[in-house]
């Protein structure tokens, strides 16, 4: 059942494309000129970082969306596309930006993975994530996709300060997709929406874009947190 609710999110949101530039938006002023991206599924992500980066480095465990990635970035110089266990990679090299874009809410210990991607990071360097937020929103489609939890801000903050990362910037984003899913996964009990229903979402950012860049919400479906290596 996972592999299949993940399949259905990283089919679906490929074709979102206003949805995946909102999201870039709000990480693109934090990535500098090498970057890693953890958990880069079929490369969604992987295809605006490589277009914004000198060089990139994705990784993902799942050996067809490693090939997926691989066949849309193909040719693409300055791009390094990995099969690899995020938690156990030992870096030999450090990068200016770590981006890890609804990862850390599938692994376990999350202290121990922001540790670990600490070491990688340049003095100066930024943790980039994006975690699903809000605790009573935990449902059907959480566990579908293999989320151990959602998070709080100051969950959030505490695993991130517990990984030595100090004053951590964290914000909420995406207020609007909590009715859905709080209608689909707590109300309907179901492990995923309708893909109908994501492409509806995805024709009505533009406008939810310009209301969160005008009123930031207190609260999201989403927290982004940027941290800085000191």
């Known amino acids: 059942m996972q592999d299949n609710a993940q399949t259905f999110w990283l089919e679906n949101l490929q ?16 990535i500098d000129k090498e970057v890693l991206e ?83 990071l340049k003095t100066g360097g930024k943790l980039i994530i994006k975690v699903p937020a809000l605790n009573c929103l935990y449902s059907p489609m959480d566990e579908a996709i293999g989320h151990y939890r959602r998070y709080q801000k100051k969950t959030l903050k505490k695993a991130l300060q517990k990984a030595y990362f100090s004053n951590p910037s964290i914000w909420y984003f995406n207020a609007a997709g909590i009715p859905g899913w709080w209608l689909n996964g707590k109300v309907l009990k179901k492990t995923t929406p309708s893909s109908e229903q994501v492409g509806l979402f995805n024709k009505v950012v533009p406008f939810l874009r310009i209301i969160e860049a005008l009123v930031k919400p207190p609260i999201g479906l989403s927290l982004f947190a940027v941290a800085t290596k000191l």
Not at 40 to 54: I, K
Request: overall charge negative.
């Open 15 to 30: 074709l979102a494309d206003s949805y995946n530039q909102w999201i870039f938006s709000q990480i693109q002023p934090h």
């Open 38 to 120: 953890v958990g880069c599924g079929n490369g969604n992500f992987t295809v605006l970082l490589a277009q914004n980066c000198l060089k990139v480095v994705a990784l993902d465990l799942n050996e067809e969306y490693v090939k997926m990635t691989q066949t849309r970035l193909d040719g693409k110089a300055g791009v390094e596309i990995l099969q690899a266990d995020a938690t156990e990679m030992r870096w030999q090299k450090s990068f200016d930006s770590i981006v890890m874009l609804d990862v850390l809410e599938h692994i376990k210990d999350d202290v121990t993975m922001l540790r670990q991607l600490g070491d990688c």
